[in-house]
């Protein structure tokens, strides 16, 4: 289950719907990774969740984090194909919420602008 009460109630509908067993892997000033089963499967999957909504008083969101949380999303798929389920891809309140379930071994992660490929697609 979910460390944080308020965590649960801030994920997007169609997550809470799909996924049961939410448990957090890491949790940064705008990102989230939590870690879920699918009611139909025993396979774990990660669920990267954008919260432009958390109020910081020195960090002020805008859409280059949006922005770049897309890219990474795309370029993840680019590299390795299939391992983005799109079914679960959401963008809610008003543009201030993305997120999109993986699989478990492949998170969002800085590893990305090492890989050659995705370098010279986006140009990184």
């Keep these: 289950m979910l460390e944080s009460a308020s965590l649960i109630s801030a994920l997007p509908n169609k997550i809470k719907l799909v ?20 009611h139909n499967s025993q396979l774990k999957h990660t669920i990267n969740i954008l919260n432009l ?38 963008i809610c309140q008003a543009g201030k919420q993305i997120s999109c379930a ?6 969002l992660s800085p590893q990305l602008k090492e890989n050659e490929g995705a370098r010279y697609f986006f140009k990184c």
Excluded: R, W
């Design 53 to 90: 909504t958390k109020g910081f008083q020195n960090e002020t969101p805008n859409s280059k984090d949006s922005t770049l949380f897309c890219k990474k999303l795309l370029q993840l798929q680019l590299i390795y194909p299939n391992s983005i389920m799109i079914n679960t891809f959401q």
């Design 102 to 107: 993986t699989f478990p071994h492949y998170p």
């Design 19 to 38: 996924y049961t067993d939410f448990k957090i892997i890491n949790q940064a000033a705008l990102i989230t990774v939590v870690e879920a089963k699918p």
